[in-house]
C-alpha cells in the first residue's frame, strides 16, 4: 500500500513517487498538490493507478497528475502521459469515455447589477433551448453521411453551416478540428448513438452556466479575454455524448485482442493499448479524431442555441448583448505533439485525461490575440462555486507536457452523493444563495453537490503554485443548467 510518506517533495506543490517504487514501473510519478490534496489522492485507487500507466512500455518521461485527480476507467481522471512514437501505446482508457470533454468560455459586457432581474428567465430559456439529460435529442438530426462531414470537419462544419463564427472557430483549440479524423473506423452503433445528439448537453458534471466575473488578477490577461469584473460570462461543458462513449467502449473490447497480439504484459487490463504507429492504434485515433472533432461541433451548436437564448430574453427588451468567445479548451484526448524531455525534442503522444492542454506563450497554435500571454486555460468548479480562467506558462511546457487541471475533481462517488444528498435540499439551499437552478433530474443534481468535489480554490492554488498555471479571472455561478 502507498502512503505519503512513500512520496518524495521535489518543491512545494510537487510530489515525486520514483519509479523504484514498484519493480514494474518504468517511470516516475509526479504529482502536483499540497499536503492535504496529496491525502485526497491517497483515500481512492488514484495512485495505484498512475503507478500501472508508469508500468506501460515505451513511455517518453514521468507520468503527471493533476490535483483534481480522482480514480477513473484504467488511467485516474487528472492524469498525463506521454508515449513515444516508436513502441509506446495508445490507450482508450488513457483517454476516457468522454472524448473531448470540454469547456467553452464566451465573455459579454453585460454589467450584473443591470440584467440581474432577468437572469430567472434567461436561464429558463436556456433550459429549454439547450437540449440536457441523459439521451436527450438535439435540435439538428443528421443523416449518417452528414455525421462523417462532421467528424472530418468538426467546427469548420457549423461555421459552413452557419452556426458558428470566424472568432468562434480561431478561438477554439486545433480551431475546432482535428485533422486525419476517420469516420470510417467508428462503427455503425455509435453512429447510430450520434447521429441525433448534436447540439445537446448531456448529463452527469455537464453544464451550461451564467456567470459573473467576480476578481480579476491578470489585467492585461482579462482585457485580451473579453472578461471585466462585474460582467456576465457563460461557460459551456459537455463532450461528445452517447458518440464517443460508443467508440471508448468498442476499441477497448478490440484492443484486448490487441494486447494478446503484440505480447504487452498490463498491470490492470482496463488499460488495454496498442503500439501508437500499429494499424490498430492508428485506427483508434482516426476514431477518437472523429469523436473529438464532434464534440468541438456539439459546443459550437450549444453556443449557438445559447445566443438564440439571449436574443430571445434580453434582445426582446431592448437590451444589448453580445457572446464574444474567449477559448474552448478540451480535455480527454490523446495528441501528437513535440515537447522537450530530458533535454531533447521528441515527438510524443500526449494523453491528458481530465486534464486539459495549457500552452505557454509563444506557441504559434494559439490565436494572435494570445500568443504572447499563453493559452487560455479553463477550470470549472464544481456546481454552485467558482470557476477560474487561468493562462498556460512555459513551467507547464517543462513539467507537464504543457497541461493543467480540468476542473475541481470529486472526492464523493456519485452513488455516495445520491445517498447522502437530497437533490431537493440542495436546489433549495443553492437558490438561496442567489444560483437560479434548471435541472431534469433532482438525483442528477445531488451527484454533482459542491460537497461531491474538492475545494477547487485549493486545486487552483496548487497547480499556479507548482508554476504550470497562472491565475486571470475567478467567476462565481448565478445560474446553472444541467440535465
Known amino acids: 500500500m502507498t502512503v505519503k510518506h512513500d512520496f518524495q517533495k521535489v518543491k512545494e506543490f510537487l510530489w ?13 510519478v509526479w504529482i502536483v498538490a499540497d499536503d492535504e490534496l496529496l491525502e485526497d489522492a491517497l483515500g481512492d485507487l488514484s495512485v495505484e493507478q498512475a503507478m500501472n500507466v508508469a508500468s506501460l512500455p515505451g513511455l517518453a518521461g514521468r507520468v ?18 506521454a508515449a513515444k512514437m516508436d513502441g509506446g501505446m495508445i490507450s482508450p482508457g488513457a483517454v476516457g469515455y468522454d472524448i473531448n470533454c470540454g469547456v467553452r468560455l464566451l465573455s459579454t459586457s453585460l454589467v450584473w447589477e443591470e440584467v440581474e432581474s432577468l437572469i430567472s428567465d434567461l436561464a429558463t430559456v436556456l433550459y429549454h433551448n439547450c437540449p440536457s439529460g441523459v439521451g436527450e435529442k438535439g435540435s439538428i438530426p443528421l443523416s449518417t453521411e452528414e455525421l462523417d462531414r462532421v467528424c472530418r470537419e468538426g ?3 457549423a461555421l459552413r453551416k452557419g452556426y458558428a463564427t470566424r472568432s468562434d472557430v480561431e478561438r477554439t483549440e486545433e480551431e475546432g478540428c482535428l485533422e486525419g479524423a476517420d469516420p470510417q473506423q467508428v462503427s455503425p452503433r455509435a453512429k447510430e448513438r450520434g447521429r441525433g445528439q448534436l447540439g445537446t448537453l448531456g448529463a452527469g458534471n455537464h453544464f451550461l452556466e451564467v456567470d459573473v ?17 462585474g460582467n456576465l460570462a457563460l ?32 498491470p490492470d487490463r482496463e488499460l488495454v493499448c496498442a503500439p501508437v504507429e ?72 500526449v494523453h491528458r485525461k481530465g486534464a486539459t492542454r495549457a500552452f505557454g506563450p509563444g506557441f504559434e497554435g ?15 468548479g464544481s456546481m454552485g462555486t467558482a470557476s477560474w480562467v487561468l493562462l498556460g506558462t512555459q513551467g507547464s511546457m517543462e513539467l507537464s507536457y504543457g497541461s493543467c487541471c480540468h476542473g475541481a475533481g470529486r472526492v464523493m462517488s456519485r452513488a455516495q452523493a445520491k445517498r447522502e444528498i437530497r437533490g431537493e435540499k440542495l436546489r433549495s439551499e443553492l437558490e438561496h444563495q442567489g444560483v437560479r ?16 468535489y474538492k475545494d477547487v480554490d485549493r486545486v487552483i492554488a496548487a497547480v499556479c503554485g507548482a508554476g504550470i498555471g497562472k491565475k486571470v479571472a475567478r467567476l462565481r455561478p448565478v445560474a446553472v443548467i444541467k440535465g
Request: glycine residues 10%.
Open 278 to 349: 500499429s494499424p490498430e492504434g492508428k485506427a483508434y485515433m482516426g476514431a477518437m479524431k472523429a469523436a473529438a472533432n464532434f464534440a468541438f461541433a456539439n459546443r459550437q451548436l450549444l453556443a449557438f442555441h445559447a445566443r438564440r437564448s439571449f436574443e430571445e430574453v434580453l434582445g426582446a427588451k431592448g437590451v444589448r448583448w453580445e457572446l464574444t468567445q474567449v477559448y474552448d479548451i478540451a480535455h480527454n484526448m490523446a495528441k501528437i505533439e513535440t515537447h522537450t524531455i530530458s533535454g531533447r525534442k521528441e515527438k510524443v503522444c
Open 155 to 157: 467546427s469548420r462544419w
Open 16 to 28: 515525486e513517487l520514483p519509479a523504484s517504487h514498484r519493480e514494474d514501473m518504468q517511470t516516475a
Open 437 to 452: 437552478i434548471r435541472t431534469g433530474s433532482l438525483p442528477g443534481l445531488a451527484e454533482e453537490a459542491p460537497r461531491a
Open 366 to 380: 494559439l490565436p494572435p490575440v494570445y500568443r504572447a500571454l499563453g493559452q487560455p486555460v479553463l477550470v470549472p
Open 64 to 81: 503527471v497528475v493533476m490535483p483534481d485527480v480522482h480514480q477513473g476507467y484504467g488511467m485516474p481522471i487528472g492524469g498525463v502521459m
Open 235 to 266: 461557460q459551456i461543458h459537455c463532450g461528445s455524448r452517447g458518440f464517443g462513449h460508443q467508440i471508448c467502449t468498442d476499441y477497448v473490447q478490440s484492443f484486448q485482442s490487441a494486447v494478446k497480439r503484440y505480447g504487452i504484459k498490463l
Open 213 to 229: 466575473v467576480d476578481q480579476i488578477f491578470d489585467g492585461n490577461a482579462a482585457a485580451a479575454m473579453g472578461l471585466r469584473e
